[in-house]
């Protein structure tokens, strides 16, 4: 029975029961107790406790703590990897993926604790030795982190590495689809000796632990991944009671515009790694597919044959494998999206059918449409799915202005080799994140959203800073 890690301890949750579903099979892989309101403000306050000696730690301390607690999780990462893939019924590669970036993320911010520093001020009217002004960067206080369910123990490094470098203790909540391997990560905590407090994990609905952990006065900073109708709620529900800093990865819905001088073996081959990837759920996913009418039907002709290399599975399967999606909710979403797009006249090339002999999980094939148009629900809403949603188009000036039409700005993506149009697009996107030709991130890049896409950034020393407060001493010797 997989429990909850509060104050340095390993607790029985005291809330509902709920159960933990196998999306390749929607059978039941544990019966969790989820935590209390109680044990969500019991969390919150072991944090506050711990926050006066973790802050006062110095940062190298807690730099080596968190580089334990990296090596810990590593040593375990074959049992991490096969929970994640039970419960997100993603391949275990994949999984074993997120593992991986788990260590690259928290590591990083290891290396970049040695590299805080502050900054001497001067005074433009003062002769030097007259005035001084110094501003350090001090510990923030407790931090609430929400992570997705998608890439649960990836996330969970890009909270819980900032945080504890930082010095400010962290209550984490995982996505209620998938909270195992993250309260897992509990577990391990628990054995190394963490300092109490300093770390926590609670799992439960969202109307009881994320509203009690949003609600209180105790945290300095609310942190989530998740959509950007979740965001929304988190501050909404956060700023009632206090005054709060934000930091949030929302959704998105990326434009990917593929020019007539394009690598298009290249653009076919990400498009397909990206939506058959996770089951295309992944925030920053391809969305509205704008290709130049030289090369549309090169394109959709390459996708059609590259799609037959894909095959649904799970977990150990061997191949080129697409897991299923979450939820039958979110598999029945994508399956309407289809069919609407189809009545609105797009032609489904290939897919969008539920495969024989795997009905009873959550399975969709890779949908490859076609003619899509702007008024779609495909090209409106974060597709979230499998669906490759492919229009054609002749004016660059207007596909951008296409590709801005929307709420949302996490990730744009173009391929093409001008550099006028690479700089157009560049400096016309409004996307927190612009890929070139398939050039990826990594843990020293920010990852940044635009308009209702985020708040702040994950990743990079851009992010650390928001673990921070500022304070200024100012001196007359």
């Keep these: 029975m997989y429990k909850h890690y509060i104050n340095g301890a390993l607790v029985q949750g005291t809330g509902v029961r709920v159960k933990v579903l196998d999306p390749a099979d929607n059978s039941v892989i544990e019966e969790l107790d989820t935590a209390s309101e109680e044990q969500c403000l019991a969390a919150l306050e072991a944090a506050r406790a711990a926050f006066k000696g973790w802050a006062a730690t110095p940062i190298g301390e807690r730099a080596r703590w968190l580089d334990k607690f990296i090596d810990a999780v590593m040593a375990e990462k074959e049992k991490i990897a096969e929970l994640l893939a039970a419960e997100t019924g993603k391949p275990y590669k994949t999984a074993m993926e997120d593992l991986y970036g788990f260590e690259d993320y928290a590591r990083y ?156 073996d290249l653009a076919v081959r990400h498009c397909i790694a990206f939506k058959c990837d996770n089951a295309g759920q992944i925030c920053t996913n391809y969305n509205r597919v704008y290709v130049h009418a030289a090369v549309y039907e090169e394109y959709l002709s390459k996708l059609e044959e590259g799609l037959k290399e894909v095959k649904c599975g799970s977990k150990h399967d061997e191949g080129y494998i697409m897991g299923p999606m979450i939820t039958r909710t979110a598999r029945d979403r994508i399956l309407e999206l289809i069919e609407e797009a189809k009545g609105q006249g797009a032609a489904l090339v290939c897919g969008g059918t539920i495969p024989q002999g795997l009905e009873a999980g959550n399975f969709i094939t890779p949908a490859l449409l076609r003619d899509v148009t702007e008024d779609m629900r495909v090209s409106k809403e974060e597709i979230f799915g499998p669906i490759i949603a ?88």
């Design 109 to 264: 911010f290891v290396h970049e604790a040695a590299r805080i520093e502050g900054t001497t001020v001067y005074t433009p009217g003062k002769t030097y030795g007259e005035l001084y002004h110094t501003v350090e960067r001090r510990p923030l206080g407790v931090v609430v982190a929400h992570i997705a369910w998608n890439y649960p123990i990836a996330m969970a490094a890009l909270k819980i590495g900032p945080a504890m470098v930082a010095g400010d203790p962290i209550v984490l909540k995982p996505a209620s689809d998938t909270p195992l391997a993250t309260l897992y990560l509990g577990e391990i905590a628990a054995k190394m000796d963490m300092p109490k407090g300093v770390l926590n994990f609670v799992s439960g609905p969202s109307g009881v632990v994320a509203k009690a952990l949003n609600t209180s006065k105790i945290p300095s900073m609310i942190t989530l991944i998740g959509s950007s109708d979740t965001g929304r709620r988190a501050m909404h529900e956060a700023s009632a009671s206090s005054i709060k800093r934000f930091s949030m990865e929302l959704g998105g819905n990326a434009p990917v515009i593929v020019m007539p001088d394009a690598d298009i």
């Design 390 to 477: 492919v229009r054609s188009f002749t004016d660059l000036e207007d596909v951008l202005e296409k590709a801005n039409d929307t709420d949302l700005g996490l990730a744009s993506y173009f391929f093409g080799h001008d550099a006028r149009d690479i700089a157009k697009a560049f400096e016309t996107l409004q996307t927190g994140d612009v890929y070139i030709n398939g050039g990826g991130g990594g843990a020293h890049t920010p990852h940044i959203g635009m308009k209702q896409s985020g708040i702040g950034c994950d990743q990079s020393k851009w992010s650390l800073e928001e673990y921070f407060q500022l304070k200024r001493v100012s001196m007359i010797p």
